[in-house]
């Protein structure tokens, strides 16, 4: 038996503390422990699994939609992928998710489990999963093998004895599904048939339900979001105007933040300038530069924390290294830019390095990243130091050779301008952090790298023609 906890304080509790209150199974010399991310050891080197079974998802009552905006790579369907590739040929992937109202934990799920299956080239996906409920929580098998008639009649007798609903069975009839516990309405039941039915009714089913329960991908790891911004108005019809923060309150707030960081910055930032005056003859170019620099810079900042969480199986360690790397080398960066000359062709080819490496970074820091997350800690962080520290070296250097350009063309009145450039290119770092977010959990963060190489294109772009 493995046990894979990586947080080492709850470790440390379930071993000494709160031992006796789980039986001491972790101290069973049987029992190995592994203090790091699930999908870390899932991507390491490991023996095949008879069962992989995972803490329950959801909560009793609901979240809140608290977890809307936090990102679970263990529930991702790249993560069910690699789960199913580490069973035997007889292994079992076991999940036990709340049932909550209106439906979205148990669908969602199940939805993820259906692509797996599908993906590997599986016709009749209800031969490979079964499910069954209580009064408030479902238990999901998926077994790598096809489930036996002899499998189905055992879980048929547990069902009976234990006062259970068989929901995911084959040969089930729609009487065995409410025989101890009735949900509110059987829709239920009818989308669960549709999401193993086919793809085309999979897709049918993510279209026209309410709440978002397509299965989250490692670009999307947003696994706890359900809300559909389509689905407000229907929503507060159905259940009332106060009920719709209940679901998503973590995502409703992310709009919310978004528009008080825009008022906010305007306000600090922007409003002052007016005191300067804006004078000059590039107005346009000082606006598009350091706007598609602060955007540039920020949405890959906030894409590398992502990527590097996977990686690290952290978020701490992630924001950290790549923060601090960043800073760091752009700073380094800016520094060196002193010694270039500040004139138009310089910045698009600065510019030009910058886009080249992000379009590196698409191609193949996900597949780098996997290849070497069984790393030990020491060594990912020398790995990750050549992977963020020249492209970040070079995106130091931009910024300040546009603010030398405007202060020696006096000339022109560009130099009034260097203030207003600092409060373009700050305005819009602050509000492409939560711009990033919504982006990332609408497209997925490979769009909001897309986004940025566009960003550092208009930068380009406003000095191609520039003498």
């Known amino acids: ?92 992937i076991s999940i036990n998710t709340w049932i909550d109202y209106p439906y979205r934990n148990p669908l969602k799920i199940i939805s993820t489990l259906a692509e797996v299956i599908d993906e590997q080239g599986i016709q009749d996906i209800t031969k490979h999963i079964s499910a069954i409920k209580n009064w408030n929580t479902i238990s999901i098998i998926v077994k790598r093998s096809q489930i036996t008639f002899e499998e189905s009649e055992k879980i048929r007798t547990f069902c009976k004895e234990m006062n259970f609903d068989p929901v995911i069975l084959p040969g089930l009839i ?38 978002n329960i397509k299965p989250a991908t490692d670009n999307q790891p947003y696994y706890s979001q359900f809300l559909q911004l389509k689905s407000i108005p229907i929503l507060a019809e159905l259940f009332g105007g106060n009920a719709v923060p209940f679901f998503e309150v973590g995502y409703i707030l992310l709009y919310i933040t978004f528009l008080q960081i825009i008022f906010i910055s305007f306000v600090l930032i922007i409003i002052p300038l007016f005191k300067f005056g804006w004078k000059g003859e590039n107005r346009s170019w000082t606006f598009l530069y350091f706007c598609g620099l602060g955007i540039g810079y920020m949405f890959i900042e906030i894409v590398l924390i992502q990527k590097f969480t996977l990686y690290f199986g952290n978020v701490l360690y992630s924001a ?28 698009v080819g600065v510019t030009a390095l910058i886009i080249l490496s992000l379009i590196i970074y698409l191609i193949f820091l996900s597949s780098l990243l996997i290849t070497t997350i069984a790393f030990t800690l ?14 970040a070296f070079i995106m130091g250097m931009p910024f300040p050779l546009g603010l030398r350009l405007l202060s020696e063309r006096n000339e022109s009145g560009d130099a009034g301008q260097v203030p ?25 963060f490979i769009w909001v790298m897309i986004l940025a190489a566009t960003a550092y294109g208009l930068s380009l772009s406003v000095n191609l023609n520039r003498s």
């Open 420 to 444: 207003w450039a600092w409060g373009i290119n700050g305005l819009f770092s602050v509000i492409s952090v939560v711009l990033a977010t919504i982006i990332a959990i609408e497209l997925g």
């Open 378 to 391: 020491t060594t990912k962080i020398i790995f990750t130091t050549f992977l963020i520290a020249p492209p």
């Open 1 to 92: 038996v493995i046990a894979v906890e990586p947080n080492k304080a709850l470790l440390k509790l379930l071993t000494n503390d709160f031992a006796y209150e789980v039986g001491g199974i972790y101290s069973k010399p049987e029992v190995q422990i592994k203090n790091i991310s699930s999908r870390t050891f899932l991507l390491a080197p490991h023996p095949k699994f008879d069962l992989i079974t995972l803490p329950v998802i959801s909560s009793f009552g609901g979240t809140s939609g608290l977890f809307a905006l936090q990102e679970e790579y263990l529930l991702t369907k790249e993560s069910f992928g690699e789960m199913w590739s580490a069973l035997k040929d007889d292994g079992v």
């Open 174 to 211: 729609q009487e065995e599904r409410e025989r101890f516990n009735k949900l509110q309405d059987d829709s239920f039941y009818r989308m669960i048939d549709k999401i193993l039915s086919s793809k085309d009714e999979r897709e049918s089913v993510y279209s026209n339900y309410s709440f």
């Open 320 to 347: 950290a290294a790549v923060v601090s790397l960043m800073l760091i080398s752009s700073g380094f960066g800016s520094w060196f830019s002193q010694n270039l000359y500040a004139k138009p062709s310089r910045i």
